[in-house]
């Protein structure tokens, strides 16, 4: 049996047009699934990654074995056959050629999200995070006094949203789109993201611009509350001739120019 056959069987069930999925353009394959992950963690993976996983502890084991099998059934629906799926320099996924993708995973959750590039899609990123509110330490790292301001006054209206974890997973989200195009890193202040709500519902959209030169200025994105998770999502679409990069969320495009990347000395780490 294949590592898909072998897995997908186990476990939580995997959702494909799900919570993260409504976050996401159509063209992009979404694979989530809720609960503790309960798969062999070993028959899951293949034998490059189960190497850098045999020192790891129990939780990681299964969380990154449990987001790749999310990772390969969302491959295999655009007829990619399962493949090593090896972390890079700063934890991004390394996806076979031609594929975009970003995963997720926070205390039982996790999410897999791939598209073609052929299909206009040049990179995606996708965040999931408990619904608990950031500590201030953490807040004074995060945002920005622009950013705090902001986040006070949507605090007085929805006190049951917490903001301050809201913004850290949309500008993860951010970075995870950033960084396969700039190969560079991106500081969590080098980022500005206003946060709005849906009305009614504990859902909404958000723009982040890049306060810095790289491969967009500005992006925009969807958040949702839902089954005491928080997640994010955005999409940057392909350049066209014009030079023009086109930002891509679950309600439309939108276009930025696009600036030359440079290098940068902090960052975000992603864990996938």
Same mark, same amino acid.
């Given at each position: 049996?294949?590592?898909?056959?072998?897995?997908?069987?186990?476990?939580?069930?995997?959702?494909?047009?799900?919570?993260?999925?409504?976050?996401?353009?159509?063209?992009?394959?979404?694979?989530?699934?809720?609960?503790?992950?309960?798969?062999?963690?070993?028959?899951?993976?293949?034998?490059?990654?189960?190497?850098?996983?045999?020192?790891?502890?129990?939780?990681?084991?299964?969380?990154?074995?449990?987001?790749?099998?999310?990772?390969?059934?969302?491959?295999?629906?655009?007829?990619?056959?399962?493949?090593?799926?090896?972390?890079?320099?700063?934890?991004?996924?390394?996806?076979?050629?031609?594929?975009?993708?970003?995963?997720?995973?926070?205390?039982?959750?996790?999410?897999?999200?791939?598209?073609?590039?052929?299909?206009?899609?040049?990179?995606?990123?996708?965040?999931?995070?408990?619904?608990?509110?950031?500590?201030?330490?953490?807040?004074?790292?995060?945002?920005?006094?622009?950013?705090? /301001?902001? +986040? @006070? #006054?949507?605090?007085?209206? !929805?006190?049951?949203?917490?903001?301050?974890?809201?913004? &850290?997973? =949309?500008?993860?989200?951010?970075?995870?789109?950033?960084?396969?195009?700039?190969?560079?890193?991106? /500081?969590? +202040? @080098? #980022?500005?993201?206003?946060? !709005?709500?849906?009305?009614?519902?504990?859902?909404?959209? &958000?723009? =982040?611009?890049?306060?810095?030169?790289?491969?967009?200025?500005?992006?925009?994105?969807?958040?949702?509350?839902?089954? @005491?998770?928080?997640?994010?999502?955005?999409?940057?679409?392909?350049?066209?001739?014009?030079?023009?990069?086109?930002?891509?969320?679950?309600?439309?495009?939108?276009?930025?120019?696009?600036?030359?990347?440079?290098?940068?000395?902090?960052?975000?780490?992603?864990?996938?």
């Amino acid at each position: 049996m294949s590592i898909i056959q072998q897995e997908t069987g186990r476990g939580p069930e995997l959702r494909n047009r799900g919570l993260m999925a409504s976050l996401l353009p159509p063209q992009v394959v979404v694979r989530e699934s809720f609960g503790r992950w309960e798969g062999d963690w070993r028959s899951a993976l293949f034998p490059a990654e189960v190497q850098i996983m045999e020192t790891a502890g129990d939780k990681r084991r299964r969380e990154f074995a449990g987001v790749r099998v999310c990772a390969r059934s969302a491959l295999l629906s655009l007829d990619m056959p399962p493949v090593p799926l090896l972390p890079g320099p700063r934890g991004e996924p390394g996806w076979p050629a031609g594929i975009v993708g970003a995963m997720t995973h926070c205390t039982d959750y996790r999410a897999a999200a791939v598209a073609r590039r052929a299909e206009g899609v040049a990179s995606v990123g996708i965040d999931a995070e408990p619904c608990a509110q950031l500590p201030e330490v953490a807040m004074a790292m995060v945002a920005t006094a622009r950013e705090a /301001d902001h +986040l @006070e #006054t949507l605090a007085c209206r !929805w006190p049951q949203v917490p903001w301050g974890r809201l913004l &850290f997973s =949309a500008k993860e989200s951010v970075f995870k789109a950033w960084y396969p195009l700039a190969r560079c890193p991106l /500081d969590f +202040l @080098e #980022t500005e993201v206003e946060l !709005w709500m849906d009305s009614g519902v504990h859902a909404g959209t &958000f723009t =982040a611009a890049v306060l810095r030169p790289g491969p967009f200025a500005t992006v925009t994105g969807r958040w949702r509350i839902t089954r @005491e998770v928080i997640l994010t999502a955005t999409t940057v679409g392909a350049v066209p001739a014009t030079g023009v990069r086109t930002g891509h969320t679950a309600s439309g495009p939108t276009s930025t120019p696009a600036p030359t990347p440079t290098t940068l000395l902090s960052s975000p780490v992603m864990k996938g």
